[in-house]
């Protein structure tokens, strides 16, 4: 009997302690887990990346995105893999299916890069662009430049999807026009800028708008369409506060108009039949569309349209006289899709408008974009972003904290990174899991990335948008920077709409 007692009590007692084995040995191995690197630690790669990034841009400036910053992405990429596998053994497997994961999921959006290449040449090529730039140069008025020149570098970079490039052609211009005007020359940069950061964000075309999209994971026009809440009344009053400050003191702009409308007229069909390509593709945007699908078509309708009224750019692209007229339109129309364009217009200002990348222009962007979901990719699989974002998490209490710490971090990113590119992955990154977890859709992130991220890069001297802009047009980026009231008010706008609870919901389930 003590025998049998004995032995139900051993066995009894072995399987207790091979339960705490199994249990401790868990336990150990969810600690393992769950282990983080120290929040100092993990600013290493970022403190190494800004400093690159620095030398970078002090060595290339503007073309400091040709090439510089990847390199500095990928060694700051490096640096993150050497601590986590050296100091926390963390296999390099892990770094691997992630960057697997995270690059593999830019795929579509490489895509639309290579999509938006090709609509931004055909455009031009078709004369879309030209036609409105014409009608819009148009509506200039001295007691109104300012509002004027505001929406007309919106509409210019709607169209184009490229602040910097309504900025460096019919900025420019308007600029020369605000000096015989009379006007602050650092208003009239404020109104330049405000517009055409606004047609940027607001574009389908825009590189800045499908990261910030893609980033998170938000269909593109879902995403436009969710900003509209914020950015559409920064925008109206912004308009307010030109009409209220710039009237004009009256001038004699019509030859520079003049000048414009006669150098696009001489060199392209200007016809309101153009008018059908954004307006058709105004209707695929409609009925909801896939943007590979939307972007593709307008780029074949404006290809078409282009065949029609203005063959003689396509054979002046095509540059070969001994080819037919079919063969050369065609070698032309193919050029205006994959490569850099240029158009003869007779004026240098209108040749730097109306030339064009296409998919060519568009792989520095590329470039670019897998550097940076690489170096995010190894910032996750180490943890150190997740350590990152408990520090900011722990000061985030409610829906305005959330928003605000957002728009905050993208605007610190702006200050430390000098690159808006960079600003956007990482804010995104930093702040994808706290808006999963919190239950807020993810197009929220999305909205508030690129209402700070976005528009205040412009606004950082040091900034590859900010020394631009501030070379290109002439004017210091602190002089400029009081009168870009919709750079300004955006991030703002953001916060305020958060704190209204607008338009904001929690994702159910």
């Not at 997740?386 to 957002?406: C, D, F, H, Y």
Request: net charge neutral.
């Amino acid at each position: 009997m003590f025998f049998k007692k004995s032995r139900y009590e051993v066995a009894g007692f072995s399987l207790f302690f091979l339960y705490l084995f199994v249990n401790l040995q868990q336990n150990c191995k969810d600690k393992m887990e769950k282990r983080l690197p120290h929040p100092l630690i993990a600013t290493i790669p970022l403190v190494v990346l800004i400093g690159l990034l620095a030398v970078v841009i002090a060595l290339f400036g503007s073309d400091s995105l040709s090439g510089g910053s990847q390199v500095s992405l990928l060694i700051g990429s490096a640096v993150c893999v050497f601590i986590s596998m050296v100091f926390y053994r963390e296999p390099w497997k892990a770094f691997e299916q992630q960057i697997e994961k995270t690059v593999g999921g830019v795929a579509v959006t490489i895509l639309i890069l290579l999509a938006v290449g090709m609509l931004a040449g055909s455009w031009m090529v078709s004369g879309v662009v030209p036609t409105l730039i014409y009608y819009g140069v148009q509506l200039l008025s001295p007691q109104f430049f300012l509002v004027c020149a505001c929406v007309i570098c919106a509409l210019v970079s709607l169209l184009s999807g490229s602040s910097w490039t309504t900025i460096a052609t019919i900025g420019v211009a308007l600029l020369g026009i605000s000096h015989a005007l009379d006007i602050n020359e650092a208003m009239a940069a404020g109104a330049i800028i405000s517009g055409a950061y606004f047609g940027d964000k607001m574009s389908p075309l825009s590189d800045t708008t499908i990261l910030a999209s893609s980033s998170t994971g938000v269909d593109i026009f879902t995403h436009i369409r969710y900003m509209m809440y914020t950015t559409m009344p920064a925008f109206l009053l912004t308009l307010v506060i030109f009409a209220e400050i710039g009237f004009g003191k009256g001038g004699d702009d019509v030859v520079h108009v003049g000048q414009y409308t006669e150098g696009l007229g001489s060199t392209f069909n200007i016809s309101l039949w153009t008018l059908l390509v954004p307006v058709l593709t105004g209707v695929l945007i409609a009925k909801r569309m896939s943007s590979v699908i939307v972007l593709f078509l307008s780029a074949l309708m404006a290809g078409i349209t282009a065949i029609i009224l203005q063959p003689h750019i396509l054979m002046e692209i095509a540059g070969d006289a001994s080819l037919s007229t079919v063969a050369a339109l065609t070698k032309g129309l193919v050029m205006t899709y994959y490569g850099p364009t240029a158009v003869e217009t007779g004026s240098a200002e209108i040749n730097e408008l109306v030339s064009t990348g296409g998919m060519t222009g568009m792989l520095n962007t590329i470039w670019l974009v897998v550097c940076a979901m690489c170096f995010g990719a190894v910032m996750v699989a180490s943890g150190m972003i997740e350590s990152i974002t408990r520090v900011v998490i722990r000061w985030v209490k409610s829906r305005v904290g959330l928003v605000a710490s957002t728009a905050s971090t993208g605007l610190f990113l702006n200050v430390a990174t000098g690159d808006q590119f960079i600003s956007i992955v990482l804010t995104a990154n930093m702040f994808k899991n706290v808006y999963e977890k919190q239950g807020y859709e993810p197009r929220l992130l999305s909205r508030t990335a690129e209402d700070s991220a976005t528009v205040t890069s412009v606004l950082v001297p040091w900034n590859t948008c900010g020394m631009t802009q501030s070379t290109v047009l002439g004017v210091a980026t602190i002089a400029y920077l009081p009168y870009c009231f919709f750079n300004i008010l955006s991030p703002l706008m953001t916060i305020l709409v958060a704190a209204l609870g607008w338009k904001i919901r929690r994702v159910k389930g």
